[in-house]
């Protein structure tokens, strides 16, 4: 028994409907870690493979692979549901279920999921244990995966069951693998009760309830109550020649590079960008009129295609680091020679004996890749060495510009500085990218995707909106909005800006327009650098293309509006006033163009 009255009784509660063969309350420490990995490879399966098997150690130190079954390889949005109680919160922009069926269901669903298995006891913080904006929570689950891999992700320890203490106040995230049948996979959400409760999916977002569950969805509620902004957003630190760091948020879709961008190897001389997180940042109000960001996080759940020496050299330093154990790497191709994990656009040659995702022999057929397209890797941000100084700062670190990107082959221009708090607002509430393998969905599809936050929100999006805009109120020193799109095509389908490392020269001008060192032009979607203050120096873009990259055509523009206004039109009277006024703005600029 331990002291924490009310954990000991949810705990009970869950284990009487879970009926698992035995509980075991996790401490988080490396010890115990070791003997998770032993038992994920010796004692539990999926699909009859084990949970871990152990990779080449020489050249992964503390790595080891998992595959997942079959049909639980991306975050199911379909089945991702948010229970206020009233549908009118929830918004258009989530599935919702009333609070009292959705228990009744899962209860069901439950209701003796966990026998013959462990189920294990997960006390972890987000964010750092001193920081006035962390948050206590504890996870059960049935998997070793989900235990290890929170680890990882997040600060597991007994001292979280201290802070805790009598109270009731602590985030609940019941999950289970259950059966893994994909009709009888949920993932609910209930803002009031801070209670996430999954069942019938192990894939890390679906699982890792820590993550995108409380991380974003409910702690984007609690920041609309408690006056916070909980958002999908990278943190870094941008130094200068000078070594002065001006530190930015950047939201993307996933699978944009985000992780690349977090850990970015600058190409431009004196230049350097510090690591504080890739995936989330919780935003709150300094008492010196600032914003200062936090990464709740301590892991790093990337996607491993495209992930390279080439496109992300701090990621593969990092995925071989030894500080913290283990490394997982979920549904990438195994060569089978070296027993070392592979996907595609990992640097090299392609091996000869591959084994695909699904454990069957590959040998580099057209059609099919060999590690899935959303194939991960999950690893401590302590490995980074990029690791900012700052990362363990409770009081986070202050933000000069929130910087909103997307993945757009036309239209949108490769950085464009917002008039102010409220245009930037709804640039970002305007927001698209075409779709990608993160989410079970048609890849290459325009979705509207505001702030990065579509899948993410936990309640009606046009009251973000409005969060947003007052938040902006109450900061005396608000940090610049720009947008950025590094996946422009020319005319033959190429990309034409180079991306990856090069990117440092877009955050250099916003850097440089943040520290007022350099102007900028007026133009009907924004403020765009001028061209000599853009560092192209030895990139071997011509002028033609580089113009390209900011092309206006106001004729194109058309549907894009008509798109806008569909999307924002959802949102009825919940749509702030001010949004409506800036759509309308931006029509009449692009009319008079």
Request: aromatic share 10%; glycine share 8%; proline share 6%.
């Amino acid at each position: 028994m331990v002291k924490n009255k009310k954990v000991q009784q949810w705990v009970n509660e869950t284990a009487n409907m879970c009926k698992p063969d035995k509980i075991v309350w996790c401490d988080g420490s490396e010890e115990e870690a070791r003997k998770l990995i032993e038992i994920g490879m010796k004692e539990e399966k999926i699909e009859n493979n084990p949970i871990f098997q152990e990779l080449n150690q020489k050249n992964w130190p503390n790595a080891y692979y998992h595959r997942s079954h079959p049909t639980d390889v991306a975050r199911t949005e379909h089945l991702t549901y948010v229970c206020h109680p009233d549908k009118e919160i929830a918004g258009p922009n989530n599935n919702w279920m009333d609070p009292k069926e959705a228990k009744e269901l899962l209860t069901k669903l439950s209701d003796g999921c966990m026998r013959g298995k462990t189920m294990y006891v997960l006390p972890y913080m987000m964010g750092h244990p001193d920081s006035p904006y962390a948050k206590a929570c504890i996870q059960i689950t049935d998997v070793s995966y989900v235990a290890i891999s929170m680890r990882i992700m997040t600060r597991m320890s007994n001292e979280v069951l201290e802070k805790i203490g009598d109270s009731d106040n602590f985030v609940k995230g019941l999950h289970s693998v259950g059966d893994f049948d994909p009709d009888k996979r949920f993932i609910m959400h209930f803002p009031d009760e801070h209670l996430v409760w999954s069942i019938g999916s192990g894939y890390g977002g679906n699982a890792l309830l820590g993550k995108k569950c409380f991380s974003l969805r409910i702690a984007s509620w609690l920041g609309y109550q408690e006056g916070w902004l909980a958002e999908h957003m990278v943190i870094v630190g941008i130094e200068d020649p000078k070594g002065k760091i001006t530190y930015v948020t950047v939201a993307m879709p996933s699978a944009c590079g985000k992780t690349n961008l977090a850990m970015l190897e600058s190409t431009l001389p004196g230049y350097k960008v510090w690591t504080l997180g890739d995936d989330i940042a919780w935003l709150n109000i300094g008492s010196d009129g600032r914003l200062y960001a936090i990464n709740p996080e301590t892991g790093l759940f990337g996607v491993a295609p495209g992930t390279s020496m080439k496109t992300n050299p701090n990621m593969l330093k990092t995925l071989k680091g030894e500080k913290f154990y283990p490394t997982l790497f979920t549904n990438t191709a195994l060569n089978t020679d070296t027993n070392e994990p592979w996907w595609e656009g990992l640097d090299g040659p392609v091996p000869k004996n591959l084994i695909d995702w699904q454990g069957k022999s590959w040998n580099s057929p057209q059609d099919t890749k060999a590690a899935h397209p959303n194939s991960r890797f999950t690893v401590s941000i302590y490995n980074s060495p990029a690791l900012s100084k700052e990362f363990d700062n409770p009081k986070g670190v202050p933000i000069s510009a929130i910087i909103l990107g997307g993945k757009r082959t036309q239209l949108i221009p490769l950085v464009v500085e917002t008039f102010n708090w409220q245009h930037g607002v709804f640039m970002g509430a305007r927001a698209g990218s075409e779709t990608t393998a993160a989410a079970i969905h048609k890849v290459g599809v325009l979705r509207r995707d505001p702030m990065a936050m579509l899948p993410f929100c936990g309640y009606n999006m046009g009251d973000y909106f409005r969060h947003w805009l007052n938040i902006g109120k109450k900061l005396t020193h608000p940090p610049k909005i720009f947008t950025v799109n590094w996946f422009r095509v020319d005319d033959n389908g190429g990309f034409i800006w180079p991306g990856f490392g090069e990117n440092i020269r877009v955050l250099k001008w916003i850097v440089d327009r943040v520290n007022n060192n350099v102007s900028a032009k007026s133009t009907p979607l924004g403020l765009f650098p001028n061209l000599k203050d853009l560092n192209c120096e030895g990139l071997n873009i011509p002028q033609d293309k580089l113009e390209k990259l900011f092309e206006i055509k106001p004729q194109e523009w058309q549907a894009e509006l008509e798109d806008i206004k569909k999307f924002l039109d959802q949102f009825g009277n919940r749509l702030p006033l001010e949004i409506r006024q800036e759509f309308e703005k931006l029509a009449d600029r692009l009319k008079t163009k």
